[in-house]
């Protein structure tokens, strides 16, 4: 995708399966961004629909609610139109309704098949269809997410038609985001485990103990795990429709339960709040971007970088100051009392092919992208491990640590063993309620993003010149350079910012072990 969508005073948003669970957190955190809400369920959740309408209009929101039967097309179409009747348009698509059905293939009824595929798939893929087609009508883009699940991402036994179902979500959700993608609408999903839903209850076995239970065996979830709230799905929604969340689209954002390990981990309500933050490479671009963010997140924040930037990260200080918070650059611990959050941001490019890379140029590359990053999760994980309080490890990958870049052999294969040691240092972590993540951008507008366009692209004729945002433009900013191929966008260093400000939330203590793709649809996972 391309430069960034204009944002909207105010959107409208479309929830299916809004009466309860997931689709009622959902709603309810659409309401306090101030978007306005068509709520959809069977007629049977009619009461809930306006019980739920009428706790967001007490909140002073704006809703209606709509009766529907999403496996009908002509009832989603309705949806629709009472969506761009009631409010002027559709800018957000929510195809959060689902079913579960608990069997194996061998004692699957054919009838119990057919109504998960009718609801799980066919009515998901409608509630995109028409959407898109309020959108593309529209010409403003939009944001359209669906209801995936973790065994969407890794079968299991004893769901064969639920999990399989949501492995059609992941594929339609894939070819729906290269489809619409030249209208400028985004389509991801939320995969999330089991969650404490109704829906959940409904798996319910009494006499394997109460409340998800059966699950809970079929899992190998240990018998006192508590299932998390529906919060950890909205809060990944909230960002998900951000304006500066456009480069997200054909992502499934899986895994979103803790591993075993992490059976003790804090609910959002009691997670202790995050107050200290240390970022490295923090003198310019991503870096001085992600403290910025932090600091109006209220963070106080440790600035680390090379020697030679001194001057940049007292400069960094400085805003961060002004943001009423205050900037150290000696050590965390030291100044500022604990560490919560390590946000591992250095990072150095490195040009060259296998054959032609100087060894110097692969040892530097290694000593900091990979090197660097292992110390910085070394030490920061020690002493989050001392406090016994928990907290966030986030390193800085690449698009070319998940898709092997030509001419940036170091480059490309350091942020590789970057994204591994990310997913073990995740499993070693969960035990002390440590999550660790990395966000893979494509070029961002950094010095270093705009060195290695020059160098791949040879020369600022490749480029397209394109504003980032519309005030760039009012006030003579220079935009962003973009690269001439479409679908690699150049980001704004706010895209990266937003998605660290997500993972560092209270909610978001489930995601884990999490490479983060924004590239638009250059490639899927």
Avoid at 26 to 40: P, Q, S, T
Avoid at 366 to 395: C, D, P, T, W
Avoid at 432 to 437: E, G, L, Q
């Amino acid at each position: 995708m391309g430069d960034m969508p204009t944002s909207l005073p105010t959107r409208t948003a479309l929830v299916t399966g809004a009466a309860q669970g997931i689709g009622e957190s959902i709603a309810l955190r659409l309401a306090d961004e101030g978007i306005n809400l068509v709520l959809v369920d069977l007629p049977a959740k009619g009461s809930q629909l306006v019980d739920l309408v009428s706790r967001i209009t007490e909140k002073k929101g704006n809703a209606i609610s709509f009766v529907a039967d999403i496996t009908d097309e002509e009832q989603v179409k309705a949806a629709v139109a009472k969506a761009a009747e009631e409010f002027g348009g559709l800018d957000i698509m929510i195809a959060n309704a689902g079913i579960v059905h608990l069997g194996t293939i061998l004692d699957t009824p054919l009838d119990a098949w057919n109504k998960v595929y009718d609801v799980n798939v066919k009515g998901l893929m409608l509630c995109y269809r028409h959407a898109a087609l309020q959108m593309i009508r529209q010409g403003r883009g939009g944001r359209i997410i669906g209801a995936c699940s973790s065994s969407g991402k890794k079968g299991v036994a004893g769901m064969a038609a639920y999990s399989s179902s949501k492995f059609a979500v992941r594929g339609i959700t894939q070819i729906a985001a290269q489809e619409f993608a030249p209208h400028e609408i985004t389509v991801n999903a939320f995969a999330p485990g089991f969650v404490a839903t109704p829906l959940l209850a409904h798996a319910d076995d009494e006499k394997l103990g109460g409340f998800g239970a059966y699950l809970k065996k079929l899992t190998g979830m240990p018998p006192g795990y508590e299932f998390p709230p529906p919060t950890i799905v909205s809060e990944l929604v909230a960002y998900m429709i951000k304006p500066d969340s456009f480069p997200l689209t054909a992502n499934t954002i899986p895994d979103l339960n803790p591993p075993a390990s992490m059976s003790t981990a804090a609910t959002p309500s009691t997670a202790p709040r995050m107050k200290v933050a240390l970022i490295t490479g923090a003198a310019q671009g991503i870096g001085a971007a992600l403290a910025l963010r932090l600091a109006q997140d209220g963070y106080d924040i440790g600035l680390a970088d090379l020697p030679t930037k001194e001057a940049e990260l007292a400069d960094v200080a400085k805003q961060v100051e002004a943001r009423g918070r205050r900037a150290m650059v000696e050590k965390c611990v030291e100044a500022l009392g604990g560490l919560d959050v390590m946000i591992a941001n250095a990072g150095v490019s490195g040009s060259g092919t296998v054959v032609n890379t100087p060894v110097e140029v692969w040892d530097r590359t290694f000593s900091i992208n990979a090197r660097g990053v292992f110390l910085s999760y070394k030490h920061a994980a020690a002493q989050m491990i001392k406090q016994g309080e928990g907290g966030r490890i986030i390193g800085a990958c690449s698009a070319s640590g998940k898709l092997g870049a030509p001419f940036l052999t170091s480059y490309s294969a350091s942020k590789f063993a970057m994204r591994g040691l990310t997913q073990v240092a995740a499993q070693e972590l969960a035990p002390h309620k440590i999550t660790v993540n990395c966000y893979a951008p494509t070029f961002v507008d950094t010095p270093m993003g705009i060195s290695v366009l020059l160098l791949l692209c040879g020369g600022i004729s490749h480029y397209v010149y394109v504003v980032a945002r519309p005030e760039d433009a009012a006030l003579g900013g220079r935009g962003e350079y973009v690269r001439a191929l479409k679908d690699v966008p150049v980001l704004s260093t706010d895209v990266v910012a937003e998605l660290v400000s997500y993972l560092v939330k209270p909610e978001a203590f489930i995601v884990t072990g999490e490479c983060i793709s924004l590239n638009g649809t250059a490639f899927f996972d």
